[in-house]
Each structure stands twice: as C-alpha cells, then as structure tokens.
C-alpha cells in the first residue's frame, strides 16, 4: 500500500515515468526520471514517441532490457542504472563516453566485457560499478575520471598504472594487489580513501608488503578496511605500525591480534577477524574497545587447550557489545557471571567431536549472559556418535530454561549423515543379530524334526 502511494504521488508531481503493467504514465510531460519494469508489446510504441531530451535518471530491469533506447537519445542523463541486465552487449554502452553529465554509471551483475576508452571523457562522473561483470580490463582512460568517488570492482580486474591521480576516490572495492602491481605504491596518493577491500592472493612479491605498510599508514581517513588473503601470509598486517582513529569497520584474516587493535581505536563498531591463534589477554584487548558493537571471531587454535577463554572476569569489558559470533572447533570458551552485558545476539560454531574429546562436555555458561534474546548454534556432528550429538543439543538447549531471560536457542546440526554409530548400541545390534540368527536355526531344525515325523 505504500509503495502504490508513493509510485501514484511521484507519477502526480512528475517526480518519476514508470512504464509497467500496473499504471499507464502521462509521457506528454517532460520526463526528468525514466524506469523500464518489463517488456510489454505496447512500451515499444510508446517509447517510439518519448523524448529522452530531459531524462535525468534512466533505469531499466533485467525482463525490460530489449526495449533499451539508444544511449545517443539521452543528451543530459546524470544516472543509468542497468544493474542485473544480463543479456546486455558490449554494443549497448558503446556511446556511454558521450554521456558528459553522467554521474552513476551501474553496470553490476551483467554480461558486459569491456568498458569503452571514452568512459575517461565523463568527467562529472562520481560512482562507478562493474561488480560482478565480465570486465577483466579496464582502459587507461579511467586515471581521468578526477572525480569519481567510489569504484567497485571484482578481484579478477586489472588496475591501469596512474591510479593514484584519481585523488577523489573514497570507495575502492575489491582489488586484487597481485593482479595490479603497483596499485599497492599508488595507493597512498588516494588520500580521502574511506572505504578499501583488497585482496591477497596468486604470485606473490615481498615488496607488495612494503610498498602497502607504507600506503596504508597514509590514509588518515579510513574508516572501512578489508583484507582477504588465499594462500598469502599476512603476518606484515598484525607489524603495521599505525593508528587508524577514524576506523569503524574492520575485516580480515591475520594470524594473531595486532598491537594497534586496541582501545585507542575509539570509533571502531564492526570486527570480523579469522585468527590462527588467541589468548586470554586477547579478549582483554578486545573488551577495552570503547564502542564495539559487532564482533565476529574465527580461531584455529586456543593457546591454552586445558582451559577454556574466560569472557567476563573484567565487567568493564564489552560495553557495548550487541552481537557475537565465536567459531571455534573445540569450543574453548566460557562467560561467567557479568560477561558482555549488553549482549543480545549470539552465534557459536563448533565440532562436537574435537569439544568432546578437549574438554568432556559441552558447558559454556550460557545462563550467565543476562541481555541475551538469541542464540544461534551450529554443530558439526561428523565423526560424533548420537548420544555425543544429542548430548551437545541437550546442554545448548538448556540454556531457554536456565537462563532468566529465556532467550530463543536455534540448535543447527550440520554433517549429520557422517556422524559414527554408538559402541554400545552397536554391540547391542550384533547381540541381536546372533540371537536372531540362532532363533532362526533353532525354527528350523524344529521344522526338519517335524517333517521327519509326518514321513515316518
């Protein structure tokens, strides 16, 4: 109802031109914002009459795409949108460098393959997505796009040398440092970086590390960093001697916890951090992180494997904390009284067989988070016997009735067609097989002695 309120009242005010099956639109009007839904017969011969001369903002679905006007008719559009068109063709943006007051250029999740060299003519433009397209290259005109803002890319796409002459960049996402040599030297020219994804991966030279610890200590204003490696040490990551105060988000995997990770880092709300290995001081550093909202924590490996992490023995810690999600094997870890007080939402992954034989049992004390409404759980039960699994469902599932805020548990159980048959219950099936094989034997021989019997 209210989307039908709002498409009538914009189509009244002449705010936006909609062509569906729905509502017929006045194309007597000047149109300043032109949306295509879908591919009906009569849209051909209305688009045939349309002037295009005023549209501002063309946007057009995936089932509409055949009906695509020429981009030679749109002399003054600032925004074309042709997300999700995957039947468009390289042909069908080959004016797009004429287009000089465009400012949005959205090309995600098409079919498209090559950007055209005049797209460095567009000098008004701002946004830029080729996310999840076939473009593998771009063309060395793009260094003139001065100020475009934010570039979203996939880590298959080759960066051209002069990056860093587009000094209005704030967005870059996601590039592959190895795939463009020296984006990692430029990098620290784009000083008005705020968002940055990049990935590690393929052929990899020591002085990439060199050349990023440099670049990266320069972006003063970075507020959002991703760092993803396959195959590639990021150790050089956790030595980065900086400070980034403006930083609210961060991703990575690293082997341990670095040392500018800490409460210095005041506007930091979002970690989503894979570790080979942590400690109990750790998680100190961690709660002392005045503002940390969100937390996610992927660990390989607890340093102490006879104790479990103990979160809660500081109350000062975790403030603000309102999601966590722990994934660890073993399921090391243990809130006591007091841990994370504001914790509402909590996620735990682990293997029942590596918990069970690190620790004999599944306790983590649950009941202690006194503002938690959900709980998620996830067991992988391979090579786990049933008891062992329903043992661990059991222990995870208490934790509604014990804890005074009876907080919602989801209990998920994965690879449970791997999972090992009980010791007991098996030698109890071979009991009864033999006793049912002997029961059989005896039927028959009684069988036997009976018709002996009746032929005598």
């Given at each position: 109802m209210v989307l039908d309120l709002i498409t009538s009242l914009s189509i009244e005010e002449n705010?936006?031109?909609?062509?569906?099956?729905?509502?017929?639109?006045?194309l007597s009007k000047k149109i300043h914002r032109l949306s295509i839904q879908n591919n009906q017969e009569h849209h051909t011969m209305s688009l045939s009459m349309l002037s295009f001369s005023h549209v501002r903002s063309f946007i057009i679905f995936p089932s509409a795409t055949k009906l695509m006007p020429p981009l030679s008719r749109f002399q003054v559009v600032r925004v074309l949108d042709l997300e999700g068109c995957r039947d468009l063709e390289n042909h069908h943006i080959d004016g797009v460098g004429n287009l000089f007051h465009l400012r949005y250029l959205g090309l995600r999740d098409t079919?498209?393959?090559?950007?055209?060299?005049?797209?460095?003519?567009?000098?008004?433009?701002?946004t830029l997505d080729l996310s999840q397209s076939g473009i593998i290259d771009l063309p060395s005109t793009i260094v003139h796009l001065r100020k475009l803002v934010c570039l979203y890319i996939e880590t298959s796409v080759k960066l051209p040398d002069g990056i860093g002459a587009m000094k209005s960049l704030q967005v870059l996402s996601t590039v592959s440092v190895s795939n463009s040599p020296n984006f990692s030297k430029e990098l620290g020219y784009l000083s008005d970086m705020r968002v940055l994804k990049i990935f590690l991966s393929g052929t990899w030279d020591k002085n990439y590390e060199k050349h990023l610890l440099c670049s990266l200590c320069k972006l003063t204003k970075i507020k959002e960093i991703s760092i993803q490696s396959s195959g590639v040490p990021t150790k050089f990551i956790v030595d980065l001697g900086w400070t980034p105060h403006n930083l609210q988000y961060f991703f990575g995997?690293?082997?341990r916890l670095p040392e500018w990770m800490n409460s210095s880092l005041s506007e930091l709300s979002t970690l989503i951090i894979t570790l080979d290995k942590i400690q109990q001081e750790d998680l100190g550093t961690l709660g002392n992180i005045p503002f940390?909202?969100?937390?996610?924590?992927?660990?390989?490996?607890?340093?102490?494997?006879?104790e479990r992490l103990i979160i809660g023995t500081d109350h000062a810690n975790f403030n603000c904390l309102s999601e966590f999600h722990i994934h660890?094997?073993?399921?090391?870890?243990?809130?006591?009284e007091g841990a994370m007080p504001r914790l509402q939402t909590l996620e735990v992954t682990f293997q029942i067989r590596e918990a069970k034989?690190?620790?004999?049992?599944?306790?983590?004390?649950?009941?202690?988070?006194?503002?938690i409404k959900l709980v998620t759980i996830r067991m992988h039960c391979s090579g786990s016997s049933l008891v062992e699994v329903e043992e661990a469902d059991a222990a995870m599932r208490k934790t509604s009735h014990v804890n005074p805020k009876h907080p919602r548990v989801d209990v998920i159980r994965y690879y449970e067609d791997e999972m090992i048959e009980d010791e007991e219950k098996s030698q109890l099936d071979e009991e009864a097989f033999k006793e049912q094989e002997i029961n059989s034997m005896v039927v028959f021989y009684h069988k036997q002695d009976d018709y002996c019997e009746t032929e005598v």
């Open positions: 705010f936006v031109t909609t062509l569906d099956s729905h509502q017929p639109s006045d079919n498209i393959t090559k950007i055209p060299k005049g797209v460095g003519n567009l000098y008004c433009l701002q995997n690293i082997p940390l909202n969100y937390l996610c924590v992927t660990v390989h490996k607890i340093k102490k494997a006879e660890n094997d073993s399921l090391g870890i243990m809130f006591v034989d690190e620790y004999n049992n599944f306790e983590v004390g649950l009941e202690n988070l006194h503002s």
